[in-house]
Every structure is written in C-alpha cells, then in structure tokens.
C-alpha cells in the first residue's frame, strides 16, 4: 500500500509571510482547498478494507472465477514512481547557491549606496527653505544661470537655441 503522510509538509505561517498584500485573497482559498484535500483523505482508513473472499465464493455460482479474481487481486502491485529528479534538483539548488549569495551581495551594496543618497538628501534644506541661490550653490550644472546660460522657457533641452534631435541609433 501508499504510505500515509502524517505531518504537513508546508510550512503555511512562512509561506504567508511571503505572500503579498494583495494576493492574502488567492492565498486563503488555496490553504482552504488543501486543507479540505488533506481532511478528506485523512478521513480515510490508511489501507484498503480486506475482501471476504470466502463470502464471494458463496455467492458466486461460478466455479474459479473468485479463486481467479483473488489472485490477481493479491498480485497486483500499484506502480510508485521512483524519486529520480531530488537529487538533479538538490544539486541544482546547490550549484545556484553562489549566484543567489553574490546577487544578494550586491543589492546589499546597492542598498548602501542608496542610504548613502538618500542620508546625503535628508540633509539638504527642506523645499520650503531653498532659495534659487542655495540651489545654484548645490547643484551648479543643474540650476538655472540666466547670465552664464540663459535659457527658454520652459528650460527644457529641447526649448533652446540650438537643439538638434537626436538620431536613433539602428543596428
């Protein structure tokens, strides 16, 4: 016979904690189609109920036919398929372990770098309290010069004097 899973082999509390916000939804009504899957085959007995053989051949007025059909019933063996494809995956799992620890290494370095910014943001004046000149200060290629480089309004690129578009490189 099969044997009987007895413990759950998904761990639901870590699986909600990945699932999105928006997806909570989706997530309980798969839980609760496995849940009632688990619960209907738990409500069945772990082995097949025996057969009264010697009550069939009462009942059956044709000779060998039970004996027969007993045979072959003790001798069937329902196919397992073999577990082939664990090991390929484990060594898979253990063969990507590299990239997903040098991938998780660089956005930790992303994440500085972003801290980084963001730090170098949260100290700069409120908006409130920036002036054209203390902008011009901080950012001199990026403020507005009407002396050095005057500029059309509305002080996009594609505004001035001078503009030439740009060509699509095709390959």
């Keep these: 016979?099969?044997?009987?899973?007895?413990?759950?082999?998904?761990?639901?509390?870590?699986?909600?904690?990945?699932?999105?916000?928006?997806?909570k939804g989706k997530f309980?009504?798969?839980?609760?189609?496995?849940?009632?899957?688990?619960?209907?085959?738990?409500?069945?007995?772990?082995?097949?109920?025996?057969?009264?053989?010697?009550?069939?051949?009462?009942?059956v007025p044709v000779a060998g036919m039970v004996e027969k059909f007993q045979k072959e019933?003790?001798?069937?063996?329902?196919?397992?398929p073999e577990d082939k494809l664990s090991a390929t995956i484990d060594e898979q799992w253990k063969s990507l372990e590299p990239?997903?620890?040098?991938?998780c290494d660089e956005r930790e370095h992303d994440i500085k770098e972003a801290s980084k910014v963001l730090d170098a943001m949260k100290k700069l004046?409120?908006?409130?309290?920036m002036t054209m000149e203390s902008l011009y200060?901080?950012?001199p290629e990026q403020a507005l010069d009407p002396v050095k480089m005057?500029?059309?309004?509305?002080?996009d690129e594609e505004s001035q004097l001078g503009y030439v578009i740009k060509q699509k490189v095709t390959k």
Excluded: C, G
Aim: charged share 30%; glycine share 0%.
């Design 137 to 139: 200060d901080l950012y």
């Design 73 to 80: 019933y003790e001798a069937y063996k329902v196919p397992y």
């Design 99 to 103: 990239q997903i620890k040098a991938y």
């Design 125 to 129: 004046p409120t908006f409130e309290e």
């Design 150 to 155: 005057p500029t059309f309004w509305p002080h």
């Design 1 to 23: 016979m099969s044997k009987r899973f007895t413990k759950q082999s998904i761990d639901w509390a870590q699986l909600q904690k990945l699932v999105p916000p928006d997806e």
């Design 28 to 59: 309980l009504a798969f839980k609760a189609k496995a849940d009632a899957y688990l619960r209907r085959v738990n409500a069945n007995p772990p082995e097949l109920p025996k057969i009264d053989w010697k009550k069939y051949q009462s009942l």
